[in-house]
């Protein structure tokens, strides 16, 4: 499986972007699709993450409430909406896609990774 994320960029603070990652493979639709960040100098973080379905979604507590995961099986793509962005949401955004995830928050649960999108939050 290969992951294709875009729609990163450059925002002002307050403002909204929609990532979205488009996955090729039949697995897509029975994966768990995650999205983590890594910002300069820091380690790669949880995001947010959604079961096959669509069902279940958790986020980490830094984006809830701000960010919402969704995802389109029959368009095989996930996105990630982002509203009110603070500088801090500034970070390479990378999708990930877990065959045997459990809940998807963890790194070590995912089997592939896509090359990852720069979302840049000026003050």
């Known amino acids: 499986v290969q992951l294709q994320a875009s729609g990163g960029g450059l925002v002002q603070a307050g403002g909204s972007l929609r990532l979205s990652c488009a996955a090729s493979g039949r697995t897509f639709s029975s994966s768990v699709m995650g999205w983590f960040r890594q910002a300069p100098g820091k380690e790669r973080e949880f995001v947010a993450t959604i079961n096959w379905s669509g069902s279940i979604t958790y986020y980490a507590g830094s984006v809830k409430g701000r960010f919402t995961i969704s995802r389109d099986n029959a368009k095989n793509t996930v996105y990630l909406q982002m509203n009110s962005l603070k500088p801090e949401d500034t970070a390479v955004y990378y999708c990930?896609?877990?065959?045997?995830?459990?809940?998807?928050?963890?790194?070590?649960?995912?089997?592939?990774w896509g090359q990852g999108t720069q979302v840049t939050v000026s003050s």
């Open positions: 990930a896609g877990g065959k045997s995830a459990s809940r998807g928050t963890a790194r070590y649960e995912y089997d592939y």
